[in-house]
């Protein structure tokens, strides 16, 4: 390989989202567990053991209380396999790929879904909750701190984009642009090069100080607090902080997300069961639907692949989709559903 050899291998390095990756490693490792115990060379299986692999999955894989993984963990971990044996074997086609594989898989879903299985939604953080979290969070760690000044960023913003817990983390100080309109600041536009949403082509996304909660203003009190108000190429915009007020410097960790959310919705006195980052996600698309925007307008907010989860959440808050909607019928509903 030429000069540029270390330059290539980063570039092949993101060709997914870290959050894709990480998935896939696990799902890589579940495989080679599996293989160790059944007797099956894991980086040259049939289509016969993946079949064997999908049957573990369905009826004896842990999941909770539960036997067998959801539907949708079953086509993440043969999507994860299916990414490695390629790079082991660029040449072959996929075991994964096998169309009796595929009607496994279907079979598998369908089965899921007549004995009852239902995809867990998270509940949605609406407006009201979102001031909650920020008060209590204000009242426990003070108004000024350093944590708050972060904290409420992070929310905020969440909150205003419906960004995926993965884009709030993997958000970069050079792919934030400050918006000045009549010499005024107006807010940002954040844009990521690469997304869950959009593998191919940049995701843009806008806040603004007319925004609820005024995220714009949040997120600039943020970086002027952490000193990284400069263009600072690849430097994560959410650092890690401590409740001592002291930045570490190191990128925000989807777990350390997660964890901050639960600790908010219980200083706010709400039982974090049933709540996750996905509820940011969730609370802006129905307010959103509440106000009257449609289908169409939500999507442009989200960056939702599909309409069609747009719609299934409208549904779930009891507003009638027809009011919400104005140009359904004319878009394309078999996009992969993104959520």
């Not at 972060?150 to 884009?167: H, K, P």
């Not at 919705?265 to 925007?293: C, M, N, Q, W």
Request: hydrophobic letters at 35%.
């Amino acid at each position: 390989m030429g000069k540029r050899s270390e330059r290539i291998k980063a570039l092949k390095g993101k060709s997914c989202a870290k959050n894709t990756t990480d998935s896939y490693d696990v799902a890589w490792k579940i495989w080679v567990q599996f293989c160790v115990v059944e007797g099956i060379d894991a980086e040259n299986p049939t289509s016969d053991d993946v079949l064997e692999f999908v049957c573990w999955m369905q009826d004896e894989a842990p999941n909770g209380n539960k036997l067998g993984y959801a539907p949708t963990t079953i086509r993440a971990r043969l999507a994860g396999i299916k990414k490695r044996l390629k790079a082991l074997h660029p040449d072959r086609l996929p075991p994964t790929d096998h169309p009796e594989v595929k009607k496994a898989i279907d079979g598998a879903a369908r089965e899921a879904a007549s004995n009852g299985y239902k995809k867990r939604k998270m509940k949605p953080i609406l407006p009201q909750d979102l001031a909650a979290l920020i008060r209590a969070g204000r009242n426990h760690h003070g108004p000024d701190s350093l944590y708050t000044i972060r904290n409420e960023a992070i929310l905020t913003v969440q909150w205003s984009t419906g960004a995926r817990v993965s884009e709030m983390t993997g958000l970069t100080r050079d792919n934030v642009e400050p918006i000045v309109r009549d010499n005024k600041f107006y807010g940002y536009h954040l844009t990521w090069p690469k997304s869950k949403a959009q593998q191919n082509t940049a995701m843009k996304k806008m806040i603004t100080t007319k925004n609820l909660g005024n995220p714009a203003k949040a997120l600039r009190r943020w970086l002027d607090a952490s000193h990284i108000n400069g263009n600072t190429a690849g430097v994560p915009v959410f650092h890690a902080v401590n409740t001592y007020n002291r930045n570490l410097g190191r990128r925000l960790t989807e777990r350390a997300l997660q964890s901050l959310t639960r600790s908010y919705l219980e200083l706010a006195g709400y039982d974090p069961k049933g709540y996750g980052t996905h509820s940011f996600r969730r609370g802006v698309i129905t307010a959103l639907a509440v106000e009257g925007r449609t289908a169409e307008y939500i999507q442009s907010v989200t960056k939702h692949k599909s309409i069609q989860t747009i719609v299934d959440y409208i549904e779930s808050t009891g507003i009638k989709t027809e009011e919400v909607m104005s140009c359904f019928d004319d878009l394309d509903l078999e996009l992969d559903t993104g959520t």
